[in-house]
């Protein structure tokens, strides 16, 4: 746990054994939603995706193991992983088609107020964000929603960080390619 | 191995400028994300916390365990000489061993019905299996039955301890046998 800018604060105890459960609760807290809409992204259902994050934070309980790296990451790649294996349990696809599946936004929420406050424009980027491919969208969700830096993805996809990083900006661009093609003035 | 992307590459793609990318990223952010429900947060804190306890045992002792410990120590102590009094002003301890004890059978009286009664004890000494019995009998009340009428219930309670004795190997065997049954007789109306 040594060297990890990013860690949590954990309490030693005179010891000087790291309590696990007192991490993995703090990192829950504070990266609550962050899991969660990682889960959503590739489960596409919020039931699973529950049980995802919820599998994963007991296997990393029951192991007792202390993470390689950074903490927050390895949390992150546990859920990732849960959240597959729900997928595998389901027996579907990795993808799941969009007219069956819960978007990662709030805005299909019945309630008016909700829906009042969503914009138009704020309502194509949901849309926009929900059709990305799997790889790209699970980049900006842990990019922008759960605020993790690039190293921190890439150790959660165990994957480099280039490719990272090239998928989080074809993401981007592609957001911005989909937005700019739904503002273009319709030619008469 | 070269893989075709699932989703290739437009072919008018330009990478956002870090302006563009500023920008779209503040909107992103702007964007109300769906919440887990509160279930999870019970679902973790459930798991959590009991794992504290089984998983993971407390390997470090509380402060002041040593007071605590003291504390501990004095209350079972007390415990244990409130019921030691108990037992003894009770009568519940074994009663005394002698030779050719008295039969006395007595029954309770339905006049006081709160009272337990010693209704019987015998006693047979050694080399003889050592018999202890006791047991009394409390008034239970009345109970009404439309087809047979009233009937008087006693409830009787016994404890049967039978002990042997080996003097000369040195062996006792003690067996205690608590038994309860419930004695009903029928009451004239008339």
């Not at chain 1, 990890?4 to 609760?25: T, Y």
């Not at chain 1, 929420?109 to 704020?122: D, F, G, I, K, V």
Request: hydrophobic content about 40%.
């Amino acid at each position: 746990m040594s060297g990890h800018s990013n860690g949590p604060r954990c309490e030693i105890d005179p010891f000087g054994r790291l309590p696990v459960h007192a991490w993995l609760d703090e990192i829950y807290r504070e990266h609550r939603q962050g899991l969660f809409s990682l889960a959503l992204s590739v489960t596409r259902q919020p039931m699973s995706a529950e049980d995802a994050v919820h599998d994963a934070i007991v296997r990393l309980a029951k192991s007792n193991a202390t993470p390689e790296g950074n903490a927050v990451a390895y949390v992150f790649r546990s859920v990732r992983n849960a959240a597959i294996d729900q997928l595998r349990k389901r027996g579907r696809s990795r993808e799941t088609p969009l007219e069956y599946a819960t978007n990662l936004f709030a805005s299909t929420s019945p309630a008016p107020e909700a829906q009042m406050m969503t914009t138009e424009s704020n309502a194509q980027l949901m849309r926009a964000v929900d059709a990305l491919p799997e790889a790209q969208r699970q980049a900006i969700v842990m990019k922008i929603f759960a605020g993790l830096t690039f190293q921190q993805i890439a150790q959660a996809c165990d994957e480099p960080i280039s490719t990272v990083a090239s998928r989080y900006q074809r993401g981007l661009a592609k957001l911005k390619h989909t937005m700019e093609g739904q503002h273009e003035p319709a030619t008469v | 191995m070269n893989r075709q992307p699932s989703n290739p590459t437009p072919e008018n793609f330009t990478p956002p400028d870090e302006e563009q990318s500023a920008a779209l990223e503040a909107e992103l952010q702007t964007l109300s994300l769906r919440q887990p429900s509160d279930m999870l947060d019970a679902r973790i804190t459930a798991s959590l916390s009991p794992a504290t306890a089984s998983l993971n045992p407390p390997v470090v002792a509380p402060r002041h365990w040593h007071l605590a410990l003291t504390v501990a120590a004095a209350v079972a102590l007390l415990a244990l000489a409130g019921v030691s009094y108990y037992i003894q002003s009770t009568g519940t301890s074994t009663p005394p061993i002698v030779d050719n004890p008295p039969r006395d059978n007595r029954v309770a009286d339905p006049k006081n019905p709160q009272q337990p009664v010693v209704v019987q004890a015998t006693h047979h000494f050694d080399p003889k299996p050592i018999y202890l019995h006791w047991s009394r009998e409390m008034d239970a009340g009345t109970l009404e039955s439309e087809d047979s009428g009233p009937a008087h219930a006693i409830r009787r309670q016994d404890v049967l301890h039978r002990v042997w004795v080996d003097a000369e190997r040195g062996v006792m065997i003690q067996l205690i046998e608590p038994r309860e049954r419930l004695m009903v007789s029928k009451q004239n109306v008339f």
